[in-house]
C-alpha cells in the first residue's frame, strides 16, 4: 500500500490534531513511527469517503438513490433478506413478529450507543454500496450544523421530492414541505464541540443534542425506536452522529475512547449482516482495532486517515445526588416551570465547578427525568432553561438561562439492555456555571419550553401533537470522576 508523502513540516503540524492521547510503543522514535503509520490520507488507508449529502455529484446521488431503491425492492421481494431496506431498519426496531436476528438491537441510553451505531451504519453502508453499483460510494451524512449553510437546517430537497425514493410521508409536514425547519438550539454543538473530556458524559449529551432533537424535530416514523431506520434520512442523521463523535476526539485534552478495562464496551458483541448477507458480529474493541478492515471509513473533513488511541487512564464515576423535585409529572406540548431544592452538598460541588479544572477534576451537572413513559412518539423536543426571568415572553437558546434540549425520543418504549425504568438526562453543566450567587442558593428553577421546526425566520412553528410523557420523579446530580 502506498505511503502518501509528508514534509518534515507537514508532519510535526499533522501530529498535532491528535494532541492529548497516548501513543503506543516503548521509545519517542516508535512512538512517532506508529503515529505517522496510521495518519496515511484517507485513499492511501483504503478508507471510504464519506461527503456532505450536499456535496454529491450528479452520479454519487444517483448512485445512492439506486442502492436505496435496489434494497427496498428485495424487501418487497422477500421481506426476510437481511439485506432488504425493512430487514435494516428492523435491527434498529420493529413491531413486527415472529422477530428475526439482530432485530431491535439498537443502544440508547447505553455506553454503547456510539459504537453500535458505528457498526450498524458500517453494515449498512456496505450493503447500499454494492446495491448502488458504484464501488467507491461512502454513506453521506447531513449536516445540519453548518453555520455557514443557510439551508443546513432544512431537509434536502431530494428527501422532499414526492416521486423519490428518498421521500417518506409521514414526517412533520412543514419539513416535507420545505416550510419548516430544524430550530437552531435542535443543531447545536455547544455541549458537544469540544464538550465535555470523559467518553461517557459526552455520549449522554450527544445522544439528546443533537441526536434525540433531530430525531423528534424530523418527526413522523423518525420518532420512534421501531421506524426511524425506514426513513432514507435516518441514515444521513446517524452518520452525522458518527462524525461529530470524530470531531470531539479531535479535540485532545485527554478526549479518547473508553479504556481496555472497560471490558464490557469493548468486548459485547453485537450481531449484523455484510453485502452477501452472511451474519457477522462485531464489538467495541473491533473499532478501535487498527487491523480491522470491515468498517474503515474517513469523513470528507478529514485529510488523514486516523486511529484514535484508547483512554491512557481509567476513570470510574461517583454519582452525587444534590437536588431534588420528588413529585410526579406530566409534559406535554405547554411550557412548565418547576423549582429543584438543594441540599447541603450542592454549594460546595457548585464551587468546585467554578474553578479551573484538570480532566481529571472535571464535574458533570446532570438534570434526570427519571421512571419517564410517553403514550406515544414525540414530535417535539423541550429546551431546558435555568432561573428564566419572568419576562422572558418567547426564550431562545442563545439566552444565558438556556442549559440544553431534552429529547425523549424513545420514551414510549424499551429496547435491548434496558431492564429498569427509563431515565432521561440532560447536562446543565455550562449554564450553571453561568449562573451569579448559585453558591447560596437553596432552590434552582427550571422551565422547560416545547419546540419543534421553525419557520425560515426563525419562529417557533405551532405543535400539532397530543402526546404527553409522565416522569416520577427529577433529581439533580454530579458525576464526579475518580481515578
Known amino acids: 500500500m502506498k505511503e502518501s508523502n509528508f514534509s518534515r513540516r507537514g508532519f510535526i503540524k499533522g501530529l498535532g490534531i491528535a494532541g492529548g492521547f497516548s501513543l503506543l510503543g516503548s521509545t519517542v522514535d516508535a512512538q512517532v513511527l506508529r503515529k505517522y503509520l496510521m495518519r496515511k490520507t484517507c485513499k492511501d488507508a483504503g478508507a471510504i469517503i464519506r461527503k456532505s449529502f450536499k456535496t454529491l455529484t450528479a452520479a454519487e446521488l444517483t448512485a445512492f438513490k439506486n442502492g436505496v431503491s435496489v434494497m427496498k425492492a428485495r424487501s418487497v421481494a422477500n421481506s426476510n433478506d437481511p439485506t432488504g431496506w425493512t430487514y435494516q431498519a428492523a435491527i434498529h426496531g420493529t413491531s413486527a413478529t415472529p422477530v428475526q436476528t439482530a432485530w431491535s438491537t439498537c443502544q440508547h441510553n447505553t455506553t454503547f450507543f456510539l459504537s453500535w451505531h458505528r457498526m450498524y451504519i458500517c453494515f449498512f453502508e456496505r450493503i447500499l454500496r454494492k446495491a448502488s453499483g458504484m464501488p467507491g460510494l461512502g454513506l453521506p451524512y447531513w449536516n445540519y450544523s453548518d453555520s455557514a449553510d443557510p439551508n443546513a437546517r432544512f431537509l434536502p430537497a431530494a428527501f422532499r421530492d414526492a416521486t423519490s425514493t428518498l421521500y417518506t410521508s409521514n414526517r412533520n409536514a412543514a419539513i416535507n414541505a420545505g416550510t419548516g425547519q430544524l430550530s437552531g438550539g435542535a443543531v447545536s454543538l455547544a455541549s458537544v464541540i469540544p464538550g465535555p473530556t470523559g467518553f461517557y458524559p459526552f455520549t449522554n449529551n450527544i445522544n439528546g443534542t443533537p441526536h434525540g432533537a433531530v430525531h423528534n424535530g424530523v418527526g413522523g416514523g423518525m420518532s420512534s425506536f421501531n421506524t426511524a431506520g425506514l426513513d432514507p434520512i435516518f441514515w444521513l442523521h446517524h452518520c452525522n ?68 488511541d484508547l483512554l491512557p487512564w481509567d476513570f470510574k464515576y461517583r454519582e452525587l445526588l444534590i437536588g431534588y423535585y420528588r413529585k410526579p409529572l406530566v409534559l406535554d406540548t405547554r411550557r412548565l416551570k418547576f423549582v429543584i431544592d438543594l441540599n447541603e452538598k450542592a454549594k460546595e460541588v457548585f464551587a468546585r465547578a467554578l474553578q479551573t479544572a484538570k480532566p481529571e477534576d472535571e464535574l458533570n451537572f446532570r438534570l434526570n427525568f427519571e421512571g419517564a413513559r410517553a403514550d406515544k412518539p414525540l414530535e417535539f423536543f423541550y429546551e431546558v432553561y435555568l432561573n428564566l426571568p419572568e419576562n422572558a415572553v418567547d426564550p431562545n437558546y442563545k439566552m444565558e438561562s438556556y442549559a440544553e434540549n431534552l429529547s425523549f425520543f424513545g420514551a414510549d418504549q424499551k429496547h435491548s439492555m434496558e431492564k429498569e425504568e427509563l431515565k432521561f438526562g440532560v447536562n446543565i453543566t455550562n449554564a450553571l456555571k453561568r449562573l451569579k450567587n448559585l453558591g447560596e442558593a437553596k432552590t434552582l428553577s427550571v422551565t422547560l419550553v416545547p419546540t419543534g421546526l421553525v419557520s425560515k425566520d426563525e419562529k417557533r412553528l405551532p405543535i400539532r401533537s397530543d402526546a404527553k410523557v409522565s416522569v416520577d420523579q427529577i433529581t439533580l446530580s454530579v458525576q464526579v470522576r475518580e481515578k
Not at 452472511?278 to 487491523?291: T, Y
Request: charged share 20%.
Open 241 to 308: 452522529i458518527d462524525r461529530l463523535w470524530n470531531r470531539w476526539l479531535a479535540g485532545g485534552g485527554g478526549r479518547s475512547n473508553p479504556p481496555a478495562t472497560d471490558t464490557t464496551w469493548h468486548n459485547t458483541n453485537f450481531t449484523f449482516f455484510d453485502e452477501n448477507g452472511a451474519q457477522v458480529q462485531m464489538k467495541g474493541a473491533d473499532i478501535v482495532d487498527p487491523k480491522n478492515s470491515m468498517c474503515r471509513s474517513c469523513y470528507d473533513e478529514e485529510a488523514v486517515f486516523v486511529i484514535w
